[in-house]
């Protein structure tokens, strides 16, 4: 049997303060006084308007691309409330223009090469956000998804990228997990192989194994089929792996799992779409362009995840266990839960996150009017938008600023809803 490759791309850009404005990460670079900023900016969102491009350039001269998408939904928001500036943006001759549309155009063109997965509103990471808030963040996603692209488009949303690929160890709350993406028509999510129990032990063939085939994660009465990232020691996309590297790992894939399966190895390599020169400037031209030009081939193939899984897996054999501790697309929880602001920061988001809750049970009582809900609405988006990973990931002052000055936003929206719901349940009483 063949391989089915597929590649994946993540991309997210966090919210900044400018000004006393929350802007885009994307706008604040555009509009810095550094012309390196500047340019990068320019270079990531060319790199956002790639995965459509390549994919309508290919599929209009007979290629059979596939690609597997996943955007934030901030991503996907700032780059709705840019499209005037991207309408006369050019990088090195290129129009850019709007990008949201024109994933429209080629998704309702050639409707089944771009498959996008699900994911968090603002990117949060969810081994450390509060449980309460996860279907919040999972609801308001798809709010805003299907207001950009469309409900028939968000219908063939059927995966689910965890930001970070965040992975909760504990089962009660896997189990929580499982049952709030089940809830909303999740089918499937991909995980890295890292979470795997006994990870540490396999040896390089077992470990390819297990990337090349989709799992059922069962935990409790719940349960949700699986697919791994395959790992940097086999496909390194975001370092750099050309077509024809592609091409010869995929052929090892289907080598090593015929040993165990009659079926096509599954190799699924995800990494950011717009970190770095390798992915701003190479991948596409040097790897994905040439890929489906020259060497796909009846020894190689390539569907969307979901289409493989429908097509070789409309039952799925073997069930795996996630690690008690969890993991993440680096291995571990080091970078958004160890060191003391760190700390103080996801301290502060617990607080301010049950401090809001509470506030749902007054707001079922007071029964509030337009202009309150309004208020409740905004401080949840609020709430979102603290919850994101980029402001304790990278460790430093300027992030922790970012995050310190939306808390601060936060608690002084959530004190000012309080009041208004106690006035209005004092009234009521009277």
């Given at each position: 049997?063949?391989?089915?490759?597929?590649?994946?791309?993540?991309?997210?850009?966090?919210?900044?303060?400018?000004?006393?404005?929350?802007?885009?990460?994307?706008?604040?670079?555009?509009?810095?006084?550094?012309?390196?900023?500047?340019?990068?900016?320019?270079?990531?969102?060319?790199?956002?308007?790639?995965?459509?491009?390549?994919?309508?350039?290919?599929?209009?001269?007979g290629y059979p691309a596939k690609i597997m998408l996943d955007f934030s939904g901030l991503l996907l928001?700032?780059?709705?409330?840019?499209?005037?500036?991207?309408?006369?943006?050019?990088?090195?001759?290129?129009?850019?223009?709007?990008?949201?549309?024109?994933?429209?155009?080629?998704?309702?063109?050639?409707?089944?090469?771009?498959?996008?997965?699900?994911?968090?509103?603002?990117?949060?990471?969810?081994?450390?956000?509060?449980?309460?808030?996860?279907?919040?963040?999972?609801?308001?996603?798809?709010?805003?998804?299907?207001?950009?692209?469309?409900?028939?488009?968000?219908?063939?949303?059927?995966?689910?990228?965890?930001?970070?690929?965040?992975?909760?160890?504990?089962?009660?709350?896997?189990?929580?997990?499982?049952?709030?993406?089940?809830?909303?028509?999740?089918?499937?999510?991909?995980?890295?192989?890292?979470?795997?129990?006994?990870?540490?032990?396999?040896?390089?063939?077992?470990?390819?194994?297990?990337?090349?085939?989709?799992?059922?994660?069962?935990?409790?009465?719940?349960?949700?089929?699986?697919?791994?990232?395959?790992?940097?020691?086999?496909?390194?996309?975001?370092?750099?792996?050309?077509?024809?590297?592609?091409?010869?790992?995929?052929?090892l894939a289907s080598e090593i799992f015929s040993g165990v399966s009659d079926k096509p190895a599954l190799?699924?390599?995800?990494?950011?779409?717009?970190?770095?020169?390798?992915?701003?400037?190479?991948?596409?031209?040097?790897?994905?362009?040439?890929?489906?030009?020259?060497?796909?081939?009846?020894?190689?193939?390539?569907?969307?995840?979901?289409?493989?899984?429908?097509?070789?897996?409309?039952?799925?054999?073997?069930?795996?266990?996630?690690?008690?501790?969890?993991?993440?697309?680096?291995?571990?929880?080091?970078?958004?839960?160890?060191?003391?602001?760190?700390?103080?920061?996801?301290?502060?988001?617990?607080?301010?996150?049950?401090?809001?809750?509470?506030?749902?049970?007054?707001?079922?009582?007071?029964?509030?009017?337009?202009?309150?809900?309004?208020?409740?609405?905004?401080?949840?988006?609020?709430?979102?938008?603290?919850?994101?990973?980029?402001?304790?990931?990278?460790?430093?002052?300027?992030?922790?600023?970012?995050?310190?000055?939306?808390?601060?936003?936060?608690?002084?929206?959530?004190?000012?809803?309080?009041?208004?719901?106690?006035?209005?349940?004092?009234?009521?009483?009277?």
């Amino acid at each position: 049997m063949n391989t089915n490759y597929v590649p994946w791309l993540h991309m997210h850009q966090p919210l900044v303060w400018r000004n006393d404005e929350l802007i885009g990460n994307l706008e604040k670079m555009l509009r810095s006084d550094d012309n390196k900023q500047n340019w990068e900016a320019k270079l990531m969102i060319r790199a956002y308007k790639n995965p459509a491009k390549y994919v309508e350039k290919l599929r209009n001269e007979g290629y059979p691309a596939k690609i597997m998408l996943d955007f934030s939904g901030l991503l996907l928001e700032n780059l709705e409330k840019i499209k005037n500036e991207l309408n006369h943006m050019e990088v090195k001759g290129e129009k850019i223009g709007d990008i949201i549309e024109f994933y429209k155009k080629v998704m309702k063109k050639y409707p089944n090469s771009i498959e996008f997965a699900g994911t968090a509103y603002s990117h949060c990471y969810f081994p450390v956000t509060p449980e309460k808030d996860w279907e919040f963040q999972i609801k308001e996603w798809r709010n805003v998804f299907e207001d950009l692209l469309g409900k028939k488009n968000l219908k063939k949303v059927k995966g689910f990228w965890l930001p970070e690929m965040g992975i909760p160890g504990d089962k009660n709350k896997l189990s929580h997990l499982i049952r709030l993406l089940k809830k909303f028509g999740y089918e499937w999510m991909i995980l890295p192989l890292e979470s795997l129990k006994g990870e540490k032990e396999m040896g390089f063939e077992e470990s390819v194994i297990k990337t090349n085939q989709p799992h059922l994660l069962k935990v409790g009465n719940e349960s949700i089929p699986i697919i791994f990232r395959v790992k940097h020691n086999f496909i390194d996309q975001q370092a750099g792996c050309d077509a024809s590297g592609v091409y010869e790992k995929s052929l090892l894939a289907s080598e090593i799992f015929s040993g165990v399966s009659d079926k096509p190895a599954l190799v699924v390599p995800a990494s950011d779409g717009e970190n770095g020169n390798t992915m701003m400037n190479q991948f596409f031209p040097e790897t994905y362009e040439k890929f489906f030009k020259e060497k796909i081939d009846e020894k190689v193939s390539s569907l969307t995840v979901s289409e493989f899984l429908e097509k070789y897996y409309p039952k799925i054999e073997s069930e795996i266990e996630i690690s008690e501790e969890g993991s993440s697309w680096i291995g571990g929880h080091k970078n958004w839960k160890e060191g003391d602001k760190r700390i103080e920061i996801n301290e502060e988001i617990l607080k301010l996150s049950k401090n809001f809750h509470r506030i749902e049970n007054k707001i079922k009582i007071a029964k509030p009017g337009k202009d309150v809900m309004k208020k409740y609405e905004s401080t949840r988006h609020s709430l979102l938008i603290a919850e994101t990973s980029c402001y304790t990931y990278w460790g430093t002052e300027f992030w922790f600023e970012q995050a310190r000055k939306t808390l601060k936003v936060l608690e002084k929206k959530i004190d000012e809803l309080n009041h208004l719901l106690d006035r209005k349940l004092y009234f009521t009483k009277k």
